[in-house]
């Protein structure tokens, strides 16, 4: 009933720079749906190039949560955006975090268990 999807403000970006990174939700049924799209169960995930190694997650250092129950009307795209600053986290949001060097990654998204296909980009020096 769901199509999530993960998308980059564009493709190529300078390392230090503040990327735009958004999860977008679509209701690709034919009838109106209610959804929760609580912070916690979405998620912006960005991974290494083939996927072997988790680098940084919305929900990590977030202490956004709470119900959000939304009526998805069919065909409608819902985002959500963060502004990524390019460093590392993990959960628990230790106080170690290292910049993302340049290189290719991909970015994937999650509402609940519906995950997207992955959105390639790049970080250049």
Same mark, same amino acid.
């Given at each position: ?30 009838? #109106? /749906? ?5 912070? =916690? ?5 960005? +991974?290494?190039?083939? %996927? ?8 990590? /250092? ?12 069919? %065909?409608?795209? =819902?985002?959500?955006?963060?502004? +990524? ?7 628990? /949001? ?8 340049? %290189? ?12 997207? #296909? ?8």
């Amino acid at each position: 009933m769901l199509d999530v999807r993960a998308e980059v403000e564009g493709t190529e970006h300078r390392v230090g720079e503040r990327m735009l990174l958004r999860l977008v939700v679509t209701n690709n049924s034919t009838q #109106p /749906c209610v959804r929760d799209l609580d912070p =916690v169960r979405q998620e912006i995930v960005v +991974w290494s190039a083939d %996927g072997s190694r988790r680098l940084w997650s919305s929900n990590d /250092c977030s202490s956004a949560k709470g119900a959000d129950p939304r009526t998805l009307a069919p %065909g409608e795209p =819902v985002a959500s955006t963060v502004r +990524w600053a390019g460093r590392t986290s993990e959960p628990g /949001c230790p106080a170690k975090r290292e910049m993302v060097p340049a %290189g290719e990654y991909r970015l994937l998204t999650r509402v609940d268990d519906v995950i997207s #296909p992955p959105t390639q980009f790049v970080r250049v020096p």
